[in-house]
T-cell receptor, first 111, second 115 residues
Framework: KQEVTQIPAALSVPEGENLVLNCSFTDSAIYNLQWFRQDPGKGLTSLLLIQSSQREQTSGRLNASLDKSSGRSTLYIAASQPGDSATYLCAVMTGANNLFFGTGTRLTVIP | ETGVTQSPTHLIKTRGQQVTLRCSSQ?????VSWYQQALGQGPQFIFQYYREEENGRGNFPPRFSGLQFPNYSSELNVNALELDDSALYLCASSPWNGQASYEQYFGPGTRLTVT
């Protein structure tokens, strides 16, 4: 059974700092990996999608990498801002076209 | 292009009652997946509907059931509500063709509270 782990569970950084969020998964037979952002009590906003054949994706200040063989992904956020404060979730898609999620990293960026 | 919408936004029910949650998929998407997110946890897959048929189910009991309509909108029904059913229910749509993987687009969720 696929299990997704995110470390750390919570992270607090001063504004302007670069940071890395980690995601690991137990079964490397995935189709893709998505990173989402979730604000308190709200739905999920997709940030980046990496197909299994890709190594990384970039969008603005965000860069996500994928190492399928080792079951790892990282989300790099450059020059963090207070508006980046949210919970970040990673999810892997299996052949059944459903997503397995981690429990998230709660990020606080201090002004 | 209209995104994924869900109704209602919030709902309070009593233990033992039944509830129906609704989801309208994004235009052009034929697949709807439902997820349950308990407080402080990541979403968990409940089931998926593809072209009006159930196409995969997570580890949820039969009192969780669903439907997909010809316009690809979907309902999630939960019977005999239990306190542990209190959660944020998310639906996601995608233009799946039965083979390749596609990005899933999530709605804002329905917050269900069972008292």
């Amino acid at each position: 059974k696929q299990e997704v782990t995110q470390i750390p569970a919570a992270l607090s950084v001063p504004e302007g700092e670069n940071l890395v969020l980690n995601c690991s998964f137990t079964d490397s037979a995935i189709y893709n990996l998505q990173w989402f952002r979730q604000d308190p009590g709200k739905g999920l906003t997709s940030l980046l999608l990496i197909q299994s054949s890709q190594r990384e994706q970039t969008s603005g200040r965000l860069n996500a990498s994928l190492d399928k063989s080792s079951g790892r992904s990282t989300l790099y956020i450059a020059a963090s801002q207070p508006g980046d404060s949210a919970t970040y979730l990673c999810a892997v898609m299996t052949g059944a076209n459903n997503l397995f999620f981690g429990t998230g990293t709660r990020l606080t960026v201090i002004p | 292009e209209t995104g994924v919408t869900q109704s209602p936004t919030h709902l309070i029910k009593t233990r033992g009652q039944q509830v129906t949650l609704r989801c309208s998929s994004q235009s052009g998407h034929n697949t709807v997946s439902w997820y349950q997110q308990a407080l402080g946890q990541g979403p968990q897959f409940i089931f998926q509907y593809y072209r009006e048929e159930e196409n995969g189910r997570g580890n949820f009991p039969p009192r969780f059931s669903g439907l997909q309509f010809p316009n690809y909108s979907s309902e999630l029904n939960v019977n005999a509500l239990e306190l542990d059913d209190s959660a944020l229910y998310l639906c996601a749509s995608s233009p799946w063709n039965g083979q390749a993987s596609y990005e899933q687009y999530f709605g804002p969720g329905t917050r269900l509270t069972v008292t």
